[in-house]
């Protein structure tokens, strides 16, 4: 009797998911398809495939057909995503920002243009809310208002938690149940899989700018949906037609990424966990957001000035992203939430005083040791940083 388990736990379904077929085709690493079109004699049987995915958006059965309907590199990536969310299928894309275009036109084509959001969210995804530039438009509330805040017409609901860049959190089973039939979407850039799983919460679409930790190298450029198959047909022919493709070398890797995740998510939360600790002590902090889940993200508030914090650093990289091996910090008011109003990022908890730290890989005392002369003399306010529950 064969005693192996039947389920796997994320660890190993994050090395071995998308890559199951391997051994049976004499391969150990994943090959990287390249190819833009394929060959087919049999023009007949293409032309049923196209109608198929016309009609319902399924991947093609057989061989592939071209690039932009789908590559199987790409595919391994987002077959083992959706192991990891625990969704039916998942759908990739360029970038975070294409991700969320296709989940927007979907519900739009369908005459579902209005969304209900809760800030904070990435600002690229509030600026594309507000401008309404596909058509959307876009009700503001707070987690408890969103019920409140449907409508006949609304298409999605939309969260991010722990959210960018206050760190912020939301009871998504409480936000799931207030959304009744309207399916809500989840970013889940910042908690990845190995610290939350939406999904299993009531989400119906969950969001990852890939780029982050998925990848975790700053080296690729890249956007996922992890779903159920049904939205998935969809995204697939909003892909299609719109052209938002990953490339297969970037599929290939985060692929490779995604072996690493929870080793990589476990070992930067660890060090976020301390720097949090001793950035509360610190007078020289006024606040501290740190999420109750964890995380490699820190958020804090600066009695001086966050600029000259900025400019202070040298092992830290001051820079936009995050997720990756190395830290990266940046002053969310003048980069990535600069495109948001200035009255809506204060209403959301986005300070000008607020600096946001992702934290790598590197040993903490060198770290420490480099926001230590970051911040400044020692002189200032005596009183301790204020941790924050809430982010």
């Known amino acids: 009797m064969d005693m192996r388990r039947t389920t796997r736990a994320l660890a190993t379904e994050a090395v071995h998911a998308g890559r199951d077929d391997l051994a049976g085709l004499g391969l150990h ?16 049987a293409e032309a049923a495939r196209i109608d198929a995915f016309a009609t319902t958006g399924a991947e093609p059965e057989g061989p592939p057909v071209y690039g932009r309907l789908g590559n199987p590199t790409v595919a391994r990536f987002e077959t083992a995503l959706a192991h990891l969310e625990g969704t039916e299928s998942a759908v990739a894309f360029a970038s ?57 017409d609304t298409g999605l609901v939309l969260v991010e938690t722990p959210a960018n860049p206050t760190l912020a959190e939301i009871d998504l089973r409480a936000v799931a149940h207030a959304c009744g039939s309207v399916p809500l979407l989840v970013d889940n850039t910042f ?45 697939r022919q909003v892909r299609f037609a719109t052209g938002g493709v990953l490339h297969p070398l970037a599929g290939y890797l985060l692929l490779r990424g995604l072996s690493t995740l929870p080793v990589r998510v476990r070992a930067a939360s660890a060090n976020a966990a301390e720097l949090a600790g001793r950035l509360t002590a610190d007078p020289r902090v006024a606040r501290v957001h740190y999420p109750r889940i964890g995380g490699a993200m820190v958020s804090f508030e600066v009695h001086g000035d966050p600029h000259e914090v900025i400019a202070g650093v040298r ?28 009255d809506d990022r204060r209403d959301a908890g986005v300070s000008d005083r607020l600096l946001r730290l992702s934290v790598g890989l ?30």
């Open 29 to 44: 690493a994943p090959p990287i398809d390249l190819s833009t079109t394929y060959p087919s004699y049999d023009s007949r």
């Open 96 to 152: 975070g920002m294409a991700a969320l275009s296709a989940v927007l036109l979907v519900r739009g084509s369908t005459g579902l243009r209005h969304v209900v959001a809760v800030r904070p969210l990435y600002g690229c995804s509030d600026h594309l809310l507000t401008a309404g530039l596909l058509g959307s438009e876009v009700t503001w509330t707070d987690p408890a208002g969103v019920a409140d805040a449907l409508r006949p």
């Open 191 to 235: 908690a990845t899989p190995v610290l939350q799983r939406p999904a299993a919460h009531g989400a119906r679409l969950v969001l990852h700018s890939a780029t982050k930790y998925l990848g975790g190298h700053g080296d690729v450029l890249a956007g996922v949906v992890a779903c159920d198959e049904e939205f998935a047909g969809r995204l």
């Open 362 to 391: 590197e040993d903490v005392e060198d770290l420490w040791a480099d926001l230590d002369v970051a911040l400044g003399e020692r002189a200032g306010t005596p009183a301790p940083a204020e941790a924050s529950a809430r982010g």
């Open 315 to 342: 092992l830290i990289t001051p820079a936009v992203s995050l997720g990756s091996v190395d830290s990266l910090i940046q002053h969310p008011a003048s980069i990535s939430h600069r495109i948001v109003d200035a």
